[in-house]
């Protein structure tokens, strides 16, 4: 899941109150995994954001972030997307809130796949498939764009910030590219 | 649910083979809905195919037909919808081969939502933004748009043919449309 | 959607901390529709909680509450239908944590189906057979059992607190049984 | 996808109207999954049956069949569900007629994930909890239970029929139970 900025929370709450937050609510994201399709509806990339964190080497993450106050789900996942893949991506919402699967993030491991060792995280997650261009924005180096064989291989999965691997493999699940 | 033109039959069965077939097992058939959907891919509008049947009056329908031998969902889906909103519909076909319902049509009424005296049919139902231009092609006189708002009205829910009525009613509930 | 009991929240924060963050960032909510189901699996009625709100008449709820720190959503279902329903309901929780759909409660009327006026929640909400015997609790009088068509009454409808017919409609539509 | 016995066939067309048919038209088919589950609804087994083809060797299925003329998809899976486990394994059927995932089996390898090579079939998959007893039936040797975990190692799943495997790694990615 990816770090929030500081000026995406800083207009509700200062860093030190989420923080108080975070550990005693879960907190609602949406988690976007863009995708290529070709004419007929089938998938053929998914793409990753990728990142050089902190602590060196590299690090792939989906469009993810903070359901924010009074922000309906499709207006966060519109936000997130131009933030993480530019204005001209072109994403094509999704006509039902029904996500395709439903992440728990939690600070302790094992309780589910997915794992946040910030925060109780609660995120819809959808597949966008998205249109137009997409460039790397803010702390992204680049948007690299895999087919779905490639995305599933271990050192790419292994890449993955914590639960984006499930998510993705869910995703390829769900839509009948898992073979 | 749509007639089906002889031609359609012809290359696979003879009308009289598909007769019997009809009466003995369930034939498969995909439905979509064509929406028109705004930025966020909220549903402004859905298009219906207005009819005149040989017995008078006006009838609408949404895009309905068989499954081929060897189709998959996804190619029947673009065929009925290039058959039936002509080539520059331009319809989003779906990332997933899962229908938001499962349409089951029988012969005698009451069993389900869904009627039709001449065969049982599982139909699955499909909600397709289309981005294009919509031409009525065929059979068709005029494809008609309605607000979500307006196509519940019981005048225009009366018009459609069996069962299409409730498939709207359930496209609108699933996407957070039915108020 | 039901008032929150003081216990409920003052485990994790105080009346007034809760209502600062209710008013500066959405709330995860879980939603259930108990129901009766025959040996088919066909919703044969749809449970609803009776009770008199201090502004006086009748009042009629589905199962709603929170999502805690740290609790899994099926956690959080079983918890709130055990309040609501008592220990004897046996409710068959879900195997998918896929809800079948979202409710966004505003504090402003008319973006979505769904109004709240003392928060924003997002409701992952669920269909959930109920299979033992059901006692009201707390401030609930009566628990009412309603068939399909019954609970479609308009009279019976404007008894719901805000959205749950929305969500009791979906429900329907979802399953097949809205005709 | 198991093999249709003939008596399951006669009662509608012969053998050789049902060999043509298949060779010209998509076959609906069900395919259930039988899972275990815990009290919070989480997948704790799925059962497989076992069975030794003429050609040696075992063999693993699910518990799959066609649907009838005139037969609900609901009805379609007890009957199956019955021949299969037995009449003492208590499954819960869906209250929804939606799949969790639509498996195309093509005569033909590598269009889908599914192959079939006496027919192109259709199928909408469910995934059934049972709570009974369930016993082998007919040509079943035996019915085994894996834990997720057991069942997606590789030895496991090569021993399925066509497509099973896709079906249960589809299955347990919907559920979350696939790490």
């Known amino acids: 899941m990816s770090e929030v900025g500081t ?3 800083g207009s509700w709450f200062s860093p030190e109150e989420l923080a108080v937050i975070r550990r005693r609510m879960p907190i609602l994201y ?3 995994i863009p995708v290529r399709v070709d004419a007929d509806g089938v998938i053929t990339a998914v793409g990753t954001l990728l990142r050089t964190p902190r602590e060196g080497g590299i690090q792939r993450a989906l469009v993810s972030g903070r359901v924010m106050y009074h922000e309906r789900i499709r207006d966060a996942l519109a936000r997130h997307l131009d933030k ?15 996500p395709f699967t439903v992440a728990e993030y939690f600070p302790t491991p094992g309780i589910t796949a997915y794992h946040d060792p910030r925060q109780h995280a609660v995120s819809l997650a959808f597949i966008i498939p998205v249109e137009g261009d997409c460039q790397p924005q803010q702390d992204a180096l680049d948007i690299d764009w895999f087919t779905p064989e490639q995305i599933i291989a271990p050192e790419i999965l292994a890449e993955m910030v914590d639960g984006h691997s499930a998510l993705i493999r869910t ?4 839509t009948g ?3």
Do not use: H, K, Q, Y
């Not at 995703?171 to 769900?174: E, F, G, N, R, T």
């Open 7 to 9: 000026d995406d929370i």
């Open 30 to 32: 949406v988690d976007a």
């Open 84 to 98: 993480d893949l530019g204005p001209m991506a072109l994403p094509r919402l999704p006509v039902s809130p029904v």
């Open 171 to 174: 995703a390829l699940a769900v």
């Open 177 to 179: 590219r898992l073979l």
